[in-house]
């Protein structure tokens, strides 16, 4: 008896590719229906709606202008005074003070100014500080001869050092010192390349002679000064 299936067709072969497409067609249709949402329109429009008649016509007033007022009238000419001399005699009657006369006592305070010490610099002072030697010279020559007897003077006590010369050391030393008001030397500065060239040119001022101090406006006053020594050698 021969068979009425053809052995060639074979139901089950692509029965699990089926499967799946269906499970996910089936599944694709019930997402969307689960999202599907409708919105409802809760929303509506009125319109104003405004009648011609609510119109009300203003009628157009013109502003009166009020004149200004009159200015005020002028005031009244000032009443003519005649003046009447008297011709009764009035005696003038003197008060006395029935305060006791004291006498005043005014006392004198004689103000004595004090002067505080100011330095008043070499090249602005009215007198400059005369050099022992410079008395006889002009006024307007002191400053010129005070300054040829500080160099006399620096060269007569010049002596370099021994120490600084074995070293090779040589340069310039600046010097400032005070003329105090009664004509001494004092508070010598010194600022140099080395100390044994600094104590030289410390030796050499403090061995000036004391000198007629400075005057500014007639008194004496402290006069600062500067020099610059030289030590070089040859």
Not at 73 to 80: F, G, M, V
Not at 106 to 120: A, G, Q, R
Not at 138 to 157: D, L, Y
Not at 166 to 177: D, L, S
Request: aromatic fraction near 8%; hydrophobic fraction near 35%.
């Amino acid at each position: 008896m021969e068979p009425k299936k053809n052995p060639k067709v074979d139901l089950n072969k692509n029965s699990s590719l089926y499967f799946v497409i269906g499970l996910s067609l089936v599944l694709l249709i019930t997402w969307r229906v689960i999202e599907w949402k409708t919105y409802k329109n809760v929303y509506d429009y009125e319109a104003l709606i405004i009648d011609d008649d609510d119109d009300e016509d203003v009628p157009i007033t013109e502003q009166l202008k009020t004149p200004p007022p009159p200015p005020p009238p002028p005031p009244p000419a000032p009443e003519i005074i005649e003046v009447i001399e008297d011709e009764e005699e009035i005696e003038e009657t003197v008060i006395e003070s029935t305060e006791t006369d004291e006498e005043e006592i005014i006392e004198v305070v004689e103000v004595i100014e004090e002067y505080e010490d100011i330095d008043v610099p070499f090249a602005v002072i009215e007198d400059v500080p005369i050099f022992p030697g410079c008395e006889r010279v002009n006024k307007s020559e002191r400053r010129n001869c005070f300054q040829n007897q500080m160099n006399k003077h620096i060269k007569r006590n010049f002596r370099y050092p021994e120490i600084a010369q074995e070293m090779g050391i040589q340069g310039r030393v600046y010097v400032n010192f005070i003329i105090s008001k009664n004509g001494s030397i004092t508070n010598i500065r010194m600022r140099g390349p080395d100390k044994n060239l600094e104590k030289e040119a410390e030796r050499i001022i403090a061995k000036l002679p004391r000198m007629t101090p400075g005057k500014q406006r007639g008194r004496p006053v402290r006069v600062p000064f500067s020099i610059p020594i030289t030590f070089r050698l040859r």
